[in-house]
């Protein structure tokens, strides 16, 4: 499974940004697909999950804020980040799971950098 992630970027605070993944390859076998992020210094922490079936996971701090979404045509899974703070600033890294929330064969995208500051 090979992971392609872009729209990361630099905005300011209050802003918008959507970041996108493509998926390609042994996609069948994957179940959930989401983001994590890693600012430095801390532990990748989940950001938004989406499982085939439709159900979603959020971090408590981006609830209300972001929202993910896919396009399964595309396999493409999408997260659109409104109200962004500058805490929100880290590596944004695309996640796909062959399993369950509870765990499984993870793939993952190279990372994307976003960063919010005036």
């Known amino acids: 499974v090979q992971l392609v992630e872009s729209g990361g970027g630099l905005v300011q605070p209050g802003g918008s940004l959507r970041l996108s993944c493509a998926a390609s390859?042994?996609?069948?076998?994957?179940?959930?697909m989401g983001w994590y992020r890693q600012a430095p210094g801390k532990q990748r922490e989940l950001v938004a999950a989406?499982?085939?079936?439709?159900?979603?996971n959020y971090a408590d701090s981006v609830k209300g804020r972001f929202t993910i979404s896919n396009d399964n045509a595309k396999n493409t899974v999408y997260l659109q980040m409104n109200s962004l703070k500058p805490e929100d600033t880290a590596v944004y890294y695309c996640?796909?799971?062959?399993?369950?929330?509870?765990?499984?064969?993870?793939?993952w995208g190279q990372g994307t950098q976003v960063t919010v500051s005036s």
């Open positions: 390859g042994s996609i069948f076998s994957i179940n959930i």
């Open positions: 989406m499982a085939r079936g439709g159900s979603t």
């Open positions: 996640n796909a799971r062959a399993g369950t929330w509870n765990g499984g064969v993870d793939y």
